[in-house]
Nanobody, 119 residues
Framework: QVQLVESGGGLVQPGGSLRLSCAAS????????MSWYRQAPGKERTLVAI???????NYADSVKGRFTISRDNAKNTVYLQMNSLKSEDTAMYYC?????????????WGQGSQVTVSS
């Protein structure tokens, strides 16, 4: 079955860095786009970054120039390097993949990794 397991969150001071990892299993990882979302308390879950199967990337405007998404197909892992963190980056971060089944797709989510930016 599809599994996504995030790790690497924690408490960091403003201006600091963290790297999130998402270990994937149960599907042909190298053939799928992977993405990171985040959800702050009382707010909707929003897309942070996405990396295509070929390695193309896109970012939310709020994180451009500060966050970098990457993937290691040999390890079935996607990463989110977060630099110059701000208090507004505080959220639960989720790894996501959309698996195609016939003419439809199903989204899968990890359990989430908490990132708290505070002095």
């Amino acid at each position: 079955q599809v599994q996504l397991v995030e790790s690497g969150g924690g408490l960091v001071q403003p201006g600091g860095s963290l790297r999130l990892s998402c270990a994937a299993s149960g599907f042909p990882f190298s053939g799928y786009a992977m993405s990171w979302y985040r959800q702050a308390p009382g707010k909707e879950r929003t897309l942070v970054a996405i990396i295509g199967a070929a390695g193309t990337t896109n970012y939310a405007d709020s994180v451009k120039g500060r966050f970098t998404i990457s993937r290691d197909n040999a390890k079935n892992t996607v990463y989110l390097q977060m630099n110059s963190l701000k208090s507004e980056d505080t959220a639960m971060y989720y790894c996501n993949v959309r698996i195609v089944y016939g003419n439809s797709f199903r989204p899968y989510w990890g359990q989430g990794s908490q990132v708290t930016v505070s002095s």
